[in-house]
């Protein structure tokens, strides 16, 4: 940097607020990218504001708790926001009484799967128990996934990783799978994606229509209770048939 604009950086980096404005304008900055590029899956806007803000912080040299300090606002909104997913869910109850059933055993399914294939691929591939933990909870929500990682031993910090990019993999992947897959119902669209890719998968299904994405929610809230509850017994039950 200049010298001229690293004054100006250390005076601004002085105010809590410079975290907010940086994340409300790298995703601002991003969203109008993924807009001019005709909505692409390939142009996520997190994906684009995430490398944005990261670049700027190693740039400017900025720690990131730094950062966090001021940009935790929009940390505080994920939970009213998540809530406030009920209302488009509430819209699409007569169809939710009607597929209950199905859309349970899908639950199980789906959860167990996403949770076991990223645990035995890694086990496979010669991955250690930390990072083999690590992987697990890839397909919840980042809060929920970030405890459960403790929890049975593994590192925060590269789930919340993983948590990202299975996201941002199923954002731009899941349209494609769907056509290949002949799969058109909105509702099994949306509850496939919400529990596979959580609230970036959310996200796009919102922008897909209403009703995937209110099912999409509701198994992204469904899928983290259950991983929340299920996998830290789960999984050392695995570990002790598998592991030798």
Request: glycine fraction near 8%; hydrophobic fraction near 55%; include cysteine.
């Amino acid at each position: 940097m200049t010298p001229q604009f690293e004054e100006i950086w250390v005076y601004l980096s002085a105010s809590p607020l410079l975290g907010l404005t940086m994340t409300l304008l790298a995703y601002q900055a991003a969203f109008q990218i993924y807009r001019r590029l005709g909505f692409h899956p390939l142009a996520n806007p997190v994906l684009i504001a995430v490398a944005l803000l990261a670049s700027l912080l190693l740039l400017t040299g900025t720690p990131y708790q730094s950062y966090f300090d001021g940009a935790q606002f929009v940390h505080f909104l994920l939970g009213p926001a998540t809530v406030a997913l009920a209302i488009p869910l509430y819209a699409q109850w007569p169809k939710l009484k009607a597929l209950a059933a199905p859309l349970s055993l899908a639950l199980v399914a789906g959860s167990l799967t996403a949770a076991l294939s990223a645990w035995g691929i890694g086990a496979l591939l010669g991955a250690s128990r930390e990072s083999l933990m690590s992987l697990a909870p890839k397909s919840v929500t980042t809060p929920i996934a970030m405890a459960v990682a403790e929890r049975l031993g593994g590192l925060p910090s590269l789930t919340a990783v993983l948590v990202i990019s299975t996201g941002i993999l199923g954002a731009v992947c899941a349209r494609s799978l769907f056509l290949w897959l002949r799969i058109d119902d909105h509702a099994v669209r949306g509850f496939a994606i919400g529990i596979a890719s959580h609230g970036i998968g959310t996200a796009r299904a919102f922008q897909v229509s209403e009703q995937a994405g209110a099912f999409a929610a509701l198994a992204m809230g469904l899928n983290g209770l259950l991983t929340a509850l299920s996998l830290p017994w789960i999984l050392p039950l695995v570990e002790r048939l598998f592991v030798r």
